[in-house]
């Protein structure tokens, strides 16, 4: 027996608070996209040409995409839960014939649905600015909702580790900001020298932006099957830690 | 698989929390179906916990917990849908409108959308009228009444209040006392909390003290009162005694007021010919009493000499 109604009014109730705030939702994401396009792709893209063969203004969009993605994944999902639980409100969730894994679904679900339309908004933002080619859309849309769903987990666990608002800022400002940055949004970790280039590859979010590349241009900084690996690894872990959260009942029932 | 007499079945129940100290310490407890049960503590006694291990908000230490036959935790499901929980605190999302919010908690609940029976339970708290407003224009009062029709929009055999009427004036009070019978007469078994006691006097069909984690006492009100209650009985008499005559030494007279007043303590359990006794001797001894007062402890006199004992 499941719970869908259940699973359903989560999703729905966290989707009705995007929507509430709709025009922050989407202006910020909207708005820093025109910002990189300007610095990024107008500035220093007259002066870069190409990268990998590819144009510099289109180059960056696979990595503006990821950077927003994985910044409103964590960011939705954390607070998404972290809310509640700072409220008081979670009295609700824990007192309704839920299953823990119900819960996640409901919420995690919510926070990547609205990632990927975030993602959407931010690639045709960037089809103003750029002529977008997308070779392999199918593979595109994969490393899209894969991202999503697995940053949103990470998101969730993030929210439910947290017990202040500072911790709830701490692990994506310590963490999941620089892995971006340095994951090769505005660059191939290809043109760093070969000691930064191995120091790169441990940084996972180079496999997720050199994967969702490679699905726009077929150019990538690693092959399709490592970074396919990497985000299974990813949703592996998430998934895991997870599990132990409901084991053990961890901050969610006292 | 459902006894039907017995909304909850508590045993053993015992709750240490994460820092080590335990707020439960052993609870045995049956609520009857149907009833109205007071529990009664001060302050940290430990009836939010109780009620929150009941609920699923609390992983109880050891012990178990069956509501309507099933266990809170192998059968959670089962157990949950039978019960609504309205918490000591005024949780709620400020944003969201009373219709929507009161469908949500029905929603998670797994029930199908059922506006008719949503637009009679508003109406029935009195909130029809604004059921499009956001909750946090609603005065605190409105807000109780919101958590209250959260609690039964799933349509619940069970309802928790904890502290329903904390912070909430006489006249309100009474209404929701009013509205408690309402639910009681539909067959809806309620749990209270409460540091009204004369909420729990003028509401509850049994009374369960409660007091570092252990429940003191549990018992039908009148059966409390009889048993621990305490009645008092004062003479004011015409001719001023000089002594209790030795004859009446085993009764508990005391004499007062420079020999007016003697008054009689007796225990409500014993037989009630003492006082016809007492006067019949009086007669004997031409005590003439020209005015009688009678006292009865009240539930918190029985409340204090419990928790302090
Ligand atoms: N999460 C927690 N961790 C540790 N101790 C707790 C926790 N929650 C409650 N306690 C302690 O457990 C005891 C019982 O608390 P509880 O909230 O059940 O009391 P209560 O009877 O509802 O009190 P009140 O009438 O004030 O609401 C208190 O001493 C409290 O400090
Ligand atoms: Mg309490």
Redesign the interface.
């Known amino acids: 027996?499941i719970?869908?109604?259940?699973i359903?009014?989560?999703y729905?109730?966290e989707m009705?608070?995007t929507l509430?705030t709709i025009g922050q939702s989407i202006a910020s994401p909207v708005i820093s996209t025109v910002l990189y396009f300007i610095v990024f792709g107008s500035a220093m893209g007259s002066r870069i040409q190409t990268m990998d063969g590819v144009p510099y203004g289109a180059f960056i969009v696979p990595g503006l995409i990821m950077l927003t993605v994985l910044g409103q994944s964590v960011s939705n999902a954390s607070f998404g839960i972290y809310f509640p639980r700072f409220?008081?409100?979670i009295?609700?969730?824990?007192?309704?014939?839920?299953s823990f894994i119900e819960i996640v679904l409901g919420y995690v679900g919510a926070a990547a649905s609205k990632s990927i339309i975030i993602g959407a908004i931010v690639l045709t933002t960037a089809g103003f600015f750029v002529p977008l080619h997308i070779a392999h859309p199918l593979w595109m849309i994969f490393f899209l909702i894969m991202t999503s769903v697995t940053f949103s987990l990470m998101g969730f666990i993030i929210g439910i580790w947290a017990d202040g608002f500072e911790k709830l800022q701490l692990i994506p400002l310590l963490i999941i900001t620089p892995l971006t940055f340095l994951g090769g949004s505005f660059y191939s970790v290809k043109m760093l020298p070969p000691f930064w280039y191995q120091i790169s590859l441990i940084n996972p979010v180079v496999y997720l932006i050199s994967g969702f590349r490679w699905s726009f241009y077929e150019q990538g900084d690693v092959s399709l099957m490592t970074s396919v690996t990497m985000i299974a690894v990813f949703t592996a872990l998430s998934l895991v830690i997870i599990a132990h959260i409901f084991k053990t009942?961890y901050r969610l029932?006292? | 698989m459902t006894q039907p007499q017995t909304a909850i079945a508590i045993s053993s129940l015992t709750k240490t929390y994460a820092n080590g100290f335990q707020a439960l310490a052993g609870i045995d407890l049956d609520i009857k179906r149907g009833e109205i049960f007071a529990l009664l503590g001060p302050n940290g006694a430990g009836k939010t916990t109780l009620i929150s291990a009941i609920c699923g908000i609390v992983q109880p230490t050891t012990g178990s917990i069956k509501v309507c036959g099933y266990d809170s935790v192998a059968d959670y499901r089962q157990a949950r849908m039978a019960i609504g929980l309205v918490p000591q605190e005024l949780t709620t999302d400020a944003f969201e409108s009373v219709w929507n919010t009161v469908s949500f908690s029905r929603g998670l609940f797994g029930k199908p959308r059922n506006p008719v029976y949503i637009e009679q339970l508003l109406k029935n708290l009195s909130l029809w009228d604004k059921k499009d407003e956001q909750i946090r224009r609603l005065s605190g009062g409105m807000k109780r009444r919101v958590m209250i029709a959260k609690a039964l929009s799933h349509e619940p055999e069970i309802l928790f209040l904890d502290e329903p009427t904390a912070g909430v004036d006489v006249e309100l009070r009474k209404s929701m006392w009013a509205q408690v019978r309402a639910l009681q007469q539909t067959g809806v078994t309620v749990i209270l909390t409460t540091h009204y006691i004369e909420e729990a006097e003028e509401m509850a069909d049994r009374i369960g003290v409660i007091n570092k984690g252990r429940l003191i006492v549990t018992e039908s009100k009148d059966t409390l009162m009889h048993k621990m209650g305490k009645r008092q009985m004062a003479f004011t008499l015409r001719d001023a005694l000089q002594a209790i005559p030795p004859a009446l030494s085993h009764y508990a007279l005391v004499l007062t007021e420079g020999g007016r007043k003697l008054t009689y303590t007796y225990d409500a359990t014993q037989n009630g010919n003492d006082v016809s006794d007492l006067l019949e001797q009086f007669k004997t001894h031409h005590i003439r009493p020209t005015e009688i007062d009678s006292y009865r402890s009240s539930l918190e006199d029985i409340f204090i000499q419990l928790v302090e004992a």
């Open positions: 027996m719970n869908y109604r259940g359903r009014s989560i729905a109730f009705g608070r509430r409220t008081g409100t009295y609700e969730i824990l007192s309704a014939p839920l009942g029932r006292k």
